[in-house]
């Protein structure tokens, strides 16, 4: 699993040039299965997004095509951890 914390490089009208780009990018992943979740930090100077089921080079491979990477609007720091505790209820994928 990947906590993947973005931070906006630009200011806040050219971000939002982007998020619809974004937004599509994310709705993409999570249907593959690959987000699991995603939001923006608060306040508004980045967001985070919770990966899963794939290998580090993969992820980096992916999110080079996110728009915000395409259009050098956010830095992303990956921090790789292993999950061994849930929350009652909550349910990730399982790796495959």
Known sequence: ????NLTYIVPLEQV?????????????Q???????????????D???????NLEREELDALLATDPFAQQK????DV?????TRLAPGLNLPVPA
């Open 79 to 83: 921090t790789e951890f292993k999950a």
């Open 73 to 76: 609007v956010a830095r992303y």
């Open 30 to 44: 999570f249907e593959a299965g690959v987000f699991v979740a995603a939001g923006p930090k608060v306040p508004r």
């Open 1 to 4: 699993m990947y906590v993947i």
């Open 46 to 52: 980045g967001g985070v997004i919770l990966a899963v």
């Open 16 to 28: 939002d040039d982007a998020l619809e780009a974004h937004r599509a990018f994310l709705n993409e």
